[in-house]
């Protein structure tokens, strides 16, 4: 933990490492397809098969390129050059939370350092213009960068702009940066870069003080508490070592909320007295590993089914071309593009890291079932399993030997269900959703000729079904199949 306690400068960023770098390409990365998502959201199936076919297109070596495109055609736009920088352009905020009380040298400002993931080409001479606007949308401070703009500048971060903080108040702010070519203005429909970060005295101070005192009661505390007090303490370490967050920087929420799981333990009460809501909690597996699960609580105390949903690892293109960093996907990216999954409230939904870190998957998911009921009461009976991708895929080797109260299994754009496996689904049902046009549906659609007969009779234990949508985009292919995995889910549990 010691080593979390230290901030990186962004005066220091052109000097970090393609990981570094690659990890926050990957940021922006995910907040454009976020981007698409939201605005596909009310659009009828034909956008929608729009959208997912140019989602499978190649993308001649940039990856942003698939999303720039679907975001401008769902703006009746043009996915020109200019379109495209902008849908790329990245930016180092740094540090999320400015602390003009710290003792660390320029944490006592806001840095901003520009960077490009991606060679392309440019329209024109480039300039930036950064604000920072306070809570109330009112631009306190601004900035036009007109240094160290060109492409190969840009690409290593060294396009800069700083905000003294001495003089605003404790609070919540927007960095925006726009993207000036020659004299062309950006575009309504032009994407736009939009970070948030904090002001806060004190911060540095209070942080450590709180990471140290988390790691003594972890030590002491049962392991419900200590997985609660690790995952909460996540965020908090990664926006004080300047790592890339979900979504957008949480900033002091993210102490805010520590804090009180930590009063709760130091008190001999349970991590999550009083918590409701979303919950990022980190479940320790095969000995000294853990698995990140962002958990939905109950704001009551009835018993539910266990909903618990695992998605693909970080992926650049359909093709299973991966980043280096991350090498797992956070579970909070896939809490939130699931936001209205089950809406009504008739689960625990739990997200599940992705694989990717080294562990295990297809071994540890019975461990993580087991671990969410234990630490969330209202988790109670049947379970129902949605799988991604690789996850799907690592799931189906061990499909037979899953917990008993898995009554369902959902495998989505990956996964193969074997002619023995079929034999000893033990009643269970599996739903296998195909995304059409991606590699990883090619298993489900051949166990759905196994269980038709196309290769002989087959003992089936259990039941299995195909739900083909050409229109599921293999990005977004469990949000987009929300009221299907519902209406599963809702069967397979009630059925006696």
């Not at 140290?212 to 303490?233: F, M, N, P």
């Amino acid at each position: 933990m010691k080593g979390a306690l230290v901030w990186v400068l962004a005066a220091a960023l052109p000097g970090q490492g393609p990981l570094y770098r690659e990890g926050f390409a990957f940021l922006q990365l995910e907040r454009l397809r976020a981007q698409v998502l939201a605005e596909l959201g009310g659009r009828d199936d034909t956008v929608r098969a729009v959208v997912a076919a140019m989602l499978l297109e190649g993308d001649q070596g940039i990856p942003f390129r698939g999303p720039a495109r679907a975001l401008a055609y769902l703006r009746h736009a043009d996915c020109d050059d200019a379109f495209l920088y902008r849908a790329m352009l990245s930016a180092f905020v740094l540090p999320e939370v400015v602390d003009p009380e710290t003792t660390v040298a320029d944490c006592d400002k806001l840095n901003v350092s520009i960077f490009l993931p991606y060679v392309t080409r440019e329209p024109g001479p480039v300039t930036f213009r950064v604000t920072l606007a306070d809570a109330t949308g009112r631009v306190v401070m601004s900035e036009v960068v007109d240094r160290n703009c060109g492409l190969e500048d840009v690409r290593m971060a060294r396009a800069r702009a700083s905000f003294a903080a001495a003089d605003l108040p404790d609070g919540g702010y927007e960095v925006t940066v726009r993207a000036r070519f020659g004299d062309g203005e950006p575009r309504a429909t032009d994407p736009v870069l939009r970070h948030r970060c904090q002001i806060a005295r004190g911060y540095q101070q209070r942080t450590t003080a709180l990471l140290q005192k988390t790691v003594a009661a972890s030590a002491e505390a049962a392991a419900g508490d200590r997985a609660v007090l690790q995952g909460l303490s996540l965020p908090v370490t990664r926006g004080f070592a300047g790592e890339p967050f979900v979504g957008d920087s949480p900033g002091l929420q993210a102490v805010l909320e520590l804090e009180q799981a930590l009063a709760n333990v130091t008190a001999g009460k349970p991590a999550l007295l009083g918590r409701h809501g979303t919950v990022t909690v980190a479940l320790p597996v095969q000995g000294d590993r853990t698995v990140e699960a962002t958990v939905r609580l109950p704001a009551d105390a009835v018993a539910r089914p266990l909903l618990l949903v695992c998605g693909g690892a970080p992926a650049y293109d359909g093709k299973g071309n991966r980043p280096s960093a991350p090498a797992s996907r956070a579970p909070g990216w896939l809490a939130r593009e699931c936001a209205g999954l089950d809406a009504a409230g008739n689960f625990v939904v739990a997200f599940v890291e992705s694989p990717g870190s080294g562990v295990a998957y297809g071994q540890v998911l019975g461990e993580v079932v087991v671990q969410l009921q234990r630490l969330v009461p209202e988790a109670k009976g049947p379970v129902v399993l949605v799988l991604e991708r690789e996850a799907a895929v690592a799931a189906s080797f061990v499909i037979e030997k899953l917990p008993a109260e898995v009554r369902g299994v959902v495998l989505v754009a990956g996964g193969m269900v074997t002619r023995q496996a079929l034999g000893q689904l033990h009643g269970r049902a599996v739903l296998g959703l195909p995304v059409t046009g991606h590699a990883g549906s090619e298993g489900l659609l051949r166990t759905g000729e196994l269980v038709a007969g196309k290769h002989g009779a087959v003992d089936l234990d259990g039941s299995f079904a195909l739900e083909p949508d050409p229109g599921r985009a293999w990005l977004f292919a469990i949000a987009a199949s929300g009221p299907l995995i519902e209406r599963f889910a809702r069967t397979v549990t009630a059925a006696k």
